[in-house]
């Protein structure tokens, strides 16, 4: 798969989370200009957001109240190889944001044996240059480029 037919599908996949979980990528900035939350990671990871984001919906049940009790995505990336997950917790309880937490632990512990680039399992590489989690084919492949890029 190329560059440009990889970043389609990753657009495709990502814009199908947003409109599977509307509510929890609302967001208003102080002159009520709406913004857009920062969801940056790889393919391979997007299917286990995706379930990340239905577990929040139900946790709050939301498909039956259309309520997400002031929860917002902010910010979700890779960061030194793993998932960082940040949301507005400003309107959330006390009560609530523990339970949350305790989901977004799951989940950053659970992504942590799967590549960010496919899926498939894979285990945290440092020798690629890049702190990441990556599957057999994924590391051999980011072992080959460091090789033409530098030579080692
Ligand atoms: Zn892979």
Redo the contacts with the bound molecule.
């Keep these: 798969m190329d560059y440009e037919d990889y970043f389609k599908k990753h657009e495709e996949a990502l814009a199908l989370i947003r409109k599977k979980y509307p509510l929890l990528f609302e967001r208003y900035n102080w002159n009520g200009r709406k913004m857009m939350a920062e969801i940056s990671i790889d393919f ?1 990871w997007l299917p286990y957001f995706d379930s990340l984001c239905q577990e929040i919906y139900d946790f709050f049940n939301v498909w039956d109240t259309n309520n997400v009790h002031g929860f917002k995505w902010v910010q979700v990336k890779e960061k030194f190889g793993g998932l960082r997950l940040h949301y507005d917790s400003k309107k959330i309880s006390e009560k609530d944001r523990i339970e949350l937490d305790k989901i977004m632990s799951k989940y950053e512990k659970l992504v942590m044996d799967f ?1 960010e ?2 899926g ?1 399992p ?1 285990k945290l590489r440092t020798d690629t240059g890049w702190i990441k989690v ?2 057999d ?2 590391h051999q492949i980011s072992l080959e480029r460091n090789k033409e890029l530098y030579g080692k």
């Design positions: 391979g590549c680039k496919c498939k894979g990556l599957c084919e994924h």
